[in-house]
């Protein structure tokens, strides 16, 4: 555990991962206040121009006690989440001044590990959009570390941010058709979602009723099942480095019709990583989803919408003015959704999941894009909004399947590249073998921003 | 209900979600039925595999 070379060069480099610093606290090396100290410090130092945290609190993450599987790690939660005592205003003038009274239970769970939390961080308003940037909400937006011109994907905008930059180790975003993986892949981090109901969503702030996902953000794919397993009590790390030999990986190329082809830099990337994956002994095909990516993102999208438009109704009804032009427009299509429209894409959501199971007696893991674009240009339409309704991140959402995005290299003028892993239900196990190993064999994670 | 205020943007936004929903598959047998959007969201943690969404 102590003689990790990677490990000892991510604690060189002034970015550790959580695997370096724990193995360095275990050695000795490297205590756990000078950890928190440095993250504070970057904090201080970045988030003038990031905006990545909405609410520190750094007495707190000192307050935290010192056992446990993740002490020493800090980490930092979605602004939509409540934490007892610090504020929950999801970016929205609809609940200023709100203080939380109590943890969300994820963040009770989080706490039990002795990771110290050390606050609040950035997000769209109310966790949703539509993808455009209007500079209309209580804080500014915020900016993605590897060009502070462009987006940092949404809706958990500072999650990414946070660990890309070692501001936290880990963050916790919530993920309704994308708001983990997209941050993960615009920032060069690794998010990722598990079966529904693993991780509890509870003492969230809803923005649908049935895609509603946490999931943790972090530099690495072994980091996340070092979170997840000090979390449930799984065993994510050590299944993950059984390595990729013998999956069988299901590669999905095409979005469907009425979705552009992936930007080039992408899928070149795509295919270079396709190239390790095949000489980590991976067995390879070309597939096709039971319905195209782009019929599920139709379907998301009436489901999305008429869901917030439910949840959110009242303030809509009272105080529209309230809010930012996203959330409100988005609620306002949601309003126009019939029920018959909204039954038909809960029809073709049951039709899609019955035939993925199907799908896995062939396949243990699928891999595609997440987005089919590079972070864009903050504000600026239409590719900032293409940025986030172009994407085959939906399959997984109606489905509830576990997935996981990684960085895959970086594009000539230095953003991130990314794909998406898609797995089945409860085998998450074999998500993070495909993720792990191609980590391992490729050293992209040595990167970091400016 | 729509604010009268917002009645235009609405009308206009609901062009959009439904051109969006035409086209959705429609030719499902009369008995297939719609996934169940009262997915749970439970407040401990479950295993894995033990919820189904959908």
Redesign the interface.
Known sequence: MTTNPMHASCMQSGFPTIASALAGMAEGTVKAADILEACLARIAALNGTLHAVHYLDAAGARATRTTGPLAGIPWGIKDNFDVAGLPCIANSRLRAGRIAATDA?LVT?LRQTGAPLLGKLATWEYGTGTGAEHFDLPNPPARNPWDTARFTGGSSTGAGVAVATGMTLFAIGSDTTGSVRLPAAATGCCGVL??????????GL?NT????RPGPITWTAEDAAIVLDA??G?HLRAAGGAGAKGLRVAVVRDPGA?LPAANAELAAAFEAGLGVLSRLGARITDAQLP?PAS?CL??A???G?A?SASIHEEE??KT?ELMGAAL??KL???????AV?Y???????????DAMERFWDAHDVVLCFGTLHLPPRLGVEPESSNYTMETMLTPAS???L?ALVQCTGFSEGGLPLHWQIMTR????ATMFRLAMAFEAATDWRSRRPA | MIPPNYAVRAAELAGGITAIAARLPRDWPKEHPPANPACEVSTVSAKPGEQKNG
């Open positions: 239970p769970m598990m079966t529904p109901g693993v991780l509890p969503m509870a003492g809803p009723y049935s895609m509603d979390t449930l799984s009425g319905w019929t139709d379907a999208r009436v489901i919408a869901e809509l009804t529209p409100r427009d306002l299509a949601g309003m126009g959704v019939s429209d039954l038909a894409a809960q029809r073709l959501r049951r039709a899609f999941t109606l489905a509830g576990p239900q409860g085998q998450e």
